[in-house]
């Protein structure tokens, strides 16, 4: 008798010791969920690990340059939407082409820019330092504006930097200024 006795408490005590488990579980407030951006920049992240991964021999992330960014850059490019026309096709230079051709699809200009931002984030919250991260060395920023120039240039739409306001109002006022020392004069 008591060893069932024995056995009957230690039943109790394991059910109170899950039921207290199971109440301090639902205590603890689950974290937010991740916004929009933080998720992307999470994905961005663990793709970009993984593609280190894959090369031949692996690179950890810690041996990272900018010449994989350029090479992962390069890489996602056979999985881009964008339709970027060659110099020698009859529709280079057209916003709407009136027919299909057999130019190849990139990634847009814009999809790279916002990814190179993220994963710049995402390196420097992992440790990385901010002046040694390869996604924000200058060739990274040279390549993504020949790729932008290149699709306008074949889209026929032209990118032209907009010109700061606050300064063409000052040249107007001291245009004006000017003109009013010369009436003077």
């Known amino acids: 008798m008591s060893g069932d006795h024995r056995r009957k408490d230690s039943v109790e005590a394991s059910s109170s010791r899950s039921t207290n488990a199971d109440h301090h579980q639902q205590q603890q407030p689950n974290p937010p969920p991740l916004s929009r951006y933080e998720s992307q920049k999470r ?21 990272c340059q900018f010449n994989h960014v350029l090479d992962f850059l390069r890489y996602l490019d056979q999985f881009g ?7 020698c096709c009859v529709f280079f230079g057209q916003p709407d082409p009136p027919a299909p051709c057999s130019c190849p699809l990139r990634q847009a200009w814009g999809s ?4 190179i931002g993220r994963l710049r984030a995402a390196y420097e919250e992992h440790g990385g330092a901010p002046e040694t991260n390869p996604f924000g060395n200058g060739a990274i920023r040279v390549y993504l504006r020949e ?30 200024a000017k003109g009013l020392k010369q009436i003077a004069s």
């Not at 939407?81 to 110099?87: A, C, F, P, R, S």
């Not at 790279?112 to 990814?115: G, V």
């Open 43 to 63: 994905r961005d992240w663990n793709t970009f690990g993984q593609y280190l991964k894959n090369q031949t021999p692996p690179v950890p992330m810690s041996h």
């Open 81 to 87: 939407k964008t339709k970027v026309h060659l110099h």
């Open 112 to 115: 790279l820019d916002a990814l």
């Open 147 to 176: 790729v932008k120039e290149c699709q306008a240039k074949a889209r026929g739409i032209p990118y032209k930097k907009k010109k700061k306001r606050r300064n063409n109002q000052l040249k107007a006022i001291s245009d004006e």
